[in-house]
């Protein structure tokens, strides 16, 4: 329990860095849950994160996850509400902000200038949790070849991941 306020402060802040998705926090949420809060190992939030992506739903639910293994079900509850209701309550402010500056001249300057640094904050994400979860030659290989499967081919993710998955069993036990 005496985790909760740090937990509230740490999600609270990564919520603010999702522009982009998920992934585009993924950096700072290492750096915060592993290297200064030591909630979890690197290869612990590579399985959390990597358990969220296949999950149904908002793949970032995983923060949940995160909270309960370090608090119990009230830290899942902490991290939940405030991984999601800032950028909630931001998103639903800025909408009707920028519905009313639809004439305004800088507005599209501003998501051109905007969209840049989504891709670049996913992609550091991407780069970051690559280091931990790709760590030899197969790991390596299932993950070009999912990449090639997503962008060459209209293969369902679901037998990706079920590839990638008997894999796993058995090759990398």
Do not use: C
Not at 106 to 122: C, F, S, T
């Amino acid at each position: 329990m005496d985790q909760i306020p740090a937990l509230t402060r740490v999600f609270a802040y990564l919520s603010l860095l999702t522009i982009g998705g998920g992934m585009a926090a993924y950096p700072e949420m290492r750096t915060l849950v592993v290297d200064v809060h030591h909630w979890l190992t690197e290869e612990q939030l590579v399985h959390v994160y990597g358990v969220g992506q296949m999950s149904p739903g908002p793949n970032m639910m995983m923060v949940a996850q995160i909270g309960e293994l370090v608090a119990g079900i009230a830290g899942a509850v902490v991290v939940a509400l405030a991984f999601f209701l800032p950028t909630g309550v931001l998103t639903f402010a800025v909408g009707r902000i920028w519905r009313r500056l639809a004439h305004w001249p800088w507005r599209d300057a501003i998501q051109k200038g905007l969209a840049p640094v989504a891709i670049g904050m996913a992609v550091a994400g991407l780069i970051a949790f690559g280091k931990t979860a790709v760590v030899n030659w197969i790991t390596f290989g299932v993950a070009l070849a999912t990449f090639y499967a997503v962008v060459r081919t209209k293969v369902n993710p679901a037998l990706l991941m079920l590839g990638g998955a008997v894999v796993g069993l058995i090759a990398l036990r």
